[in-house]
């Protein structure tokens, strides 16, 4: 937020992705108080995966970090962008914790259940909910919808909110909306957080190239195409 507040530089990665001083510092943090948690587990961060960094994580269990989730509507100053911290262990998400700085909110699932904070408030059990008789809520991305719009177009779209980075899986865990699909790129650190949360809250990923649910660990971090529901009936 030091920086979002500033008039901060937007560099090109080699894949032509935008990253800022917030990503990398943001990034730094998080993986040096992870160091200090859980010195035993290596954490693989989105801009450390991009320098060259690749630590060991055949032993299966690993963080999966994306220091800021939605770059693009944070060099717009949008409130869209999150901090995802993920657990990973045999190729599933375990753990996750998603916060949203410009919002005040954080989202967290484990086996535990799902849970929302607003600011400093209590924690509050959230879970995704069945979907209505007169029709769904989709979540459909700011940047990256015109796939997403062509896919809807085979179910009952009551309505729909357009939202940024993972804060899409984060309202289908509070039942604030039914299904987003996904059809554009998306990276393991970007989604594992957020699908620890929908999860924990009985919703579900399904990878739309028929291979399951999605997985983490491997050899090519890209993930397939999705979609996310709440729960089904």
């Not at 008039?7 to 943001?26: G, H, I, L, M, N």
């Not at 299904?179 to 699908?195: C, K, M, N, Q, V």
């Amino acid at each position: 937020m030091e920086v979002y507040r500033t008039d901060f530089a937007v560099r090109a990665k080699a894949d032509k992705s935008p990253v800022t001083e917030a990503d990398e510092r943001a990034e730094a943090y998080v993986l040096q108080k992870l160091g200090k948690l859980a010195p035993g587990i290596p954490a693989v961060g989105e801009e450390l995966y991009a320098a060259g960094g690749r630590p060991d994580i055949s032993g299966g269990r690993f963080w999966l970090v994306d220091a800021l989730d939605g770059t693009t509507e944070f060099t717009k100053r949008g409130e869209d962008f999150t901090v995802n911290i993920a657990l990973i262990e045999k190729g599933a998400p375990v753990l996750g914790v998603v916060h949203a700085p410009a919002l005040a909110l954080t989202f967290w699932g484990s086996p535990a259940g799902a849970f929302r904070s607003r600011g400093d408030g209590a924690a509050e059990h959230i879970q995704a909910r069945l979907p209505a008789a007169d029709g769904l809520v989709s979540l459909t991305s700011k940047s990256h919808r015109s796939q997403e719009d062509e896919f809807l177009k085979d179910y009952a779209i009551k309505a729909d909110i357009p939202r940024g980075s993972s804060l899409k899986l984060c309202l289908l865990a509070a039942g604030e909306a039914d299904i987003h699909p996904r059809l554009g790129p998306t990276s393991e650190w970007d989604i594992a957080a957020g699908h620890a949360v929908l999860n924990a809250a009985g919703g579900s990923i399904v990878a739309l190239d028929g291979s399951g649910t999605l997985r983490y660990g491997k050899a090519n971090v890209l993930n397939p195409t999705f979609v996310a529901r709440g729960r089904m009936a």
